[in-house]
């Protein structure tokens, strides 16, 4: 079945440090994929993507991800985060035709 | 520009009381989703409009939830009767298109609680 892995439900790390946020895929086709923020009580919002082309992506916000079709997987970094970094993030493959299948989310938390 | 408006913003109901929830999506966007946040979960898609017409709904328990977008535009999202494990947050999402390129845009989510 298609779905979506993200490793990790809570990650902490302090102001300033690398942040790395864990996603893997399922299908041997590698479907487009996606990386969503979404803070308290608000939307989700597009980090960034990767469609075709190059297999590093930069994003928003300093973010970028990278995908690694060997490894199936588009794990998302940061090189230094910061407090307002603070939100939940979530992976979303999508396998046909904008049918998203979202991970079940990592909370990241930054430390003072 | 305008983003993906709902409401309401949080609902609370007792098991088998009807619900219903409201989205305008972004002016021009054809294609409409509603998704289903289940507390601890990611999103999972209920149902994909592309403008009027029903593109995916596999994942829409129909016995006891419905949508419709008549106009293309605005969507309503019904449950009835409710139960306890519908409780998430109900988010809509539109986009310009359906190809996979196309962003999809969220709105804040309704809050359901059934008590």
């Known amino acids: 079945a298609q779905s979506v892995t993200q490793l990790g439900s809570h990650v902490s790390v302090s102001e300033g440090a690398l942040v790395l946020l864990r996603c893997n895929y399922s299908s041997s086709v590698p479907p487009y994929l996606f990386w969503y923020v979404q803070y308290p009580n608000q939307g989700l919002q597009l980090l960034l993507k990767?469609?075709?082309?190059?297999?590093l992506v930069k994003g928003i916000n300093g973010f970028e991800a990278e995908f690694k079709k060997s490894e199936t997987s588009f794990h998302l970094t940061k090189p230094s985060a910061h407090m307002s970094d603070a939100a939940e993030y979530f992976c979303?493959?999508?396998?046909?035709?904008?049918?998203?299948?979202f991970g079940s989310g990592t909370k990241l938390n930054v430390k003072p | 520009e305008a983003g993906v408006a709902q409401s309401p913003r949080y609902k609370i109901i007792e098991k088998r009381q009807s619900v219903a929830f409201w989205c305008n999506p972004i002016s021009g966007h054809a294609t409409l989703y509603w998704y289903q946040q289940i507390l601890g979960q990611g999103p999972k898609l209920l149902i994909q409009f592309q403008n009027n017409g029903v593109v995916d709904d596999s994942q829409l328990p129909k016995d006891r939830f419905s949508a419709e977008r008549l106009k293309g535009v605005d969507s309503t999202l019904k449950i009835q009767p409710a139960k306890l494990e519908d409780s998430a947050v109900y988010l809509c999402?539109?986009?310009?298109?359906?190809?996979?390129?196309?962003?999809?845009?969220f709105g804040p989510g309704t809050r359901l609680t059934v008590l």
């Open positions: 999402a539109s986009s310009l298109g359906a190809h996979s390129t196309d962003t999809q845009y």
């Open positions: 979303a493959a999508d396998y046909n035709f904008n049918k998203f299948y």
């Open positions: 990767y469609t075709t082309g190059a297999t």
